[in-house]
């Protein structure tokens, strides 16, 4: 705020030389019915020629609402009632203009004083504005300031403070998350998220195909692209050949991709955590082995209907635990015999 001699000469302008920046900022929000921010303009005298007025014109050409003394102050008004309640009170942001004069301005340090109250309890923004090399206050320089060089060239601070009023940037949209992030929402085990999706991918194509050995390029890669990262897939398959979850062939000197042939182990920890019924289908194989005496594979996928491949699994653990022997013929057929006494009690149990 000026001086009083500034402000004794107000007085002598005629009132309806005001109501210009009104008249454009009235009609602004009749076609857009969006209401302007308000912004008041703290400055000296002395920096009104030289850059507060082009830059408040400014301001109103791109819609915000700017509060300058001279454009605001009519005959008999209040000068405290207009600055403080009118101006400050009522602006979403208020710009200060540093400069050499204006730091040794009461007017200027009382309005920034308000400011700083309206700054706490409303959240009004602050914006300092630097036109020399002028001592910064204390209060102000915790803020992000802006430094005009040369006053007449409003362009440059002039996007920044539209910017910063109207809560825009230039930082660019934030675009979808890769793809295979949504194969990490559940882990097995253990495992890492991708360990656990990379396993789960191979241990689901086995249960289409009908064995263990999987083509890696179908499974892991999308349209000739990788679903992870090539460089996070290869060691996911490393660490789980390392885990005897999978065996990896042609890891050297093969194909980008290594095939990759499921081990027991690995779709049995699958199984555990990603068919919801696993342990009823093991019963109900054990049952009509038992009761029904169906002694085969094809004949119990066919009866359980389910996944072949998955009976498969049920039968090799059967058999590894010594529970059952199993004959193997051409072709995938396997036959049950010689089932353990301890099958058919825990059975019964």
Known sequence: MPSKARLSALHWVHPLAFDHHK????????????????????????????????????????????WVDQWEMHLGDSIVEKIFEDGVAQASAVIVILSNFSINKPWVREEMNSAFVQRVNKGTRLIPIILDDCHVPTALQSLQWIKVDEPSLIDKPLQRVVAAILGTNDKPPLGSLPAYTKLLDETIGDLSPIDSAVLKLACEEALIIGHENID???????????????????????????QKLIKCRDLIGGPEVPRVLITSIGFEIFAKDCIEDYSTVVSAVIAAIVNSETLTNQALAKELTRE????????????????????????????VYNVSPNLKRSLGS
Not at 40 to 47: K, P, R, T, V, Y
Not at 219 to 232: D, K, Y
């Open 308 to 335: 072949p491949f998955l009976i498969d699994h049920i039968l090799d653990l059967l058999k590894n635990n010594g529970d059952i022997a199993l004959t193997e013929y051409a072709g995938g057929l396997k036959r």
């Open 23 to 66: 008249e454009i900022n009235d009609r602004l929000n009749m076609e857009t019915n969006i209401v302007a921010p308000k912004v008041f303009i703290s400055h000296a005298s002395e920096d009104k020629d030289r850059f507060v007025l082009s830059f408040a014109k400014a301001l109103l050409q791109n819609g915000i609402d700017a």
């Open 216 to 242: 890696s390029c179908k499974v892991f890669l999308s349209n000739g692209q990788p679903r992870f990262p090539i460089a996070e897939l290869k060691d996911s398959l490393k660490i789980l050949d390392q």
